[in-house]
């Protein structure tokens, strides 16, 4: 075998390891529950900020259901509160007024009414997705569902009642769901701002097997040089 061909077969056999190497993925460990994370995620595709459509009444609640659903995800249980109210309501225990946030409040009316839990739900699976909160609470206990079944839950107790500044959620685990549920016997109110969901798609380095064998020729014409004036 004469070594031309000798070195079209190495390029050849570097090229398709390095085409192989460059379809593998690289799937996370496990589950990691985000919790008191002052970014979240790390590169989200998309962040959603409830700023264009909270507020937007003068009083009382409007539901936020699908008002998002052109970018795939729905809300349950979650209202946004009339502006006017974040000047003639006093929120007790929960005094922070964000009229850019969705809250479990369901009327200002008789007093402040919640409910709970409330949840956050995907047209399609995510890996990841992280939301600022604030509560009247510290505790606070977030499950991820698939198809309405369990996949991970995590409580935790250092959820502040304002202003929102850390974001928490799930990361490495599937789901179609995130509930939200306050602790507490009280008030159990709670408000979210800031979803981000997804990661957004980094651009592949574009490889074709012509740099690969191109790199590969000329190391064999180097070696044969060497070789011809050692």
Known sequence: MNSFLKCTLV????????????????????????DTSPTG??????????????????FGT?????????????????????????????????????????????????GMTTVNPFSIQFASPQTQAAFKIYS????????????GTLIESFTSSSVTNGPPGEYY??????????QIAVGGSDLRAAGISSLQVGEATPVPFGF??????????????????RKRFA
């Open 11 to 34: 390029a050849q056999a570097g090229a398709a390891i390095a085409i192989a190497l460059s379809s593998v993925d690289i799937a996370p460990a496990h589950a990691l529950a985000i």
């Open 41 to 58: 995620l790390a590169n989200p595709a998309q962040t959603i900020d409830f700023s264009d459509l909270a507020g937007g009444g003068s």
């Open 62 to 110: 409007t539901a936020l259901t699908n008002q998002y659903s052109s970018v795939g995800v729905t809300f349950s249980n979650l209202y946004f509160v009339g502006s006017a109210d974040f000047d003639t309501i006093s929120f007790g225990e929960f005094p922070y007024q964000d009229s850019a946030s969705a809250f479990n409040i369901t009327s200002l009316s008789n």
């Open 136 to 147: 009247s609470t510290p505790t606070v206990t977030f499950t991820a569902l698939l198809n």
């Open 169 to 178: 959620g799930f990361t490495g685990v599937t789901f179609d769901q995130i």
């Open 208 to 225: 074709t097997p012509l740099p690969g064998l191109a790199v590969s020729g000329l190391l064999c014409g180097i070696n044969r040089l």
